[in-house]
């Protein structure tokens, strides 16, 4: 069964901290990179942070680096992303995936995402 189940999301504070986890099927987690993908509305989505297999490098884009940290427990085949100093900016719905993205029957397979408001 495929499977990307994205939580902790919600309503923060500029400056605030949010803890987003996701739950992978096997076959997607096993032996991938896996990544944090954000849209903001309009926009395309976006790779935000990935991490190996292992778990030994990690890569961030530049508006989140130093304020982001992606982990992983392969036993539990969870990908995590710790969010510090959100800003009003970071507001969208958040995603993981593998990197490069899964893809089931011919498509791109995503999951439901969770979304993430920074505001005051």
């Known amino acids: 069964q495929v499977q990307l189940v994205e939580s902790g999301g919600g309503l923060v504070q500029p400056g605030g901290s949010l803890r987003l986890s996701c739950a992978a099927s096997r076959s997607i987690f096993s032996l991938k990179t896996m990544g944090w993908y954000r849209q903001h509305p309009g926009n395309e989505r976006e790779l935000v942070a990935r991490?190996?297999?292992?778990?030994?490098?990690?890569n961030y884009a530049d508006a989140v680096k130093g304020r982001f940290t992606i982990s992983r427990d392969n036993a539990k085949n969870t990908v995590y992303l710790q969010m510090n100093s959100l800003k009003p900016g970071d507001t969208a719905v958040y995603y993981c995936n593998s990197n490069p993205p899964a893809v089931v029957a011919g498509g791109t397979y995503w999951g439901q995402g969770t979304q993430v408001t920074v505001s005051s």
């Open positions: 991490i190996s297999s292992g778990g030994g490098t990690t």
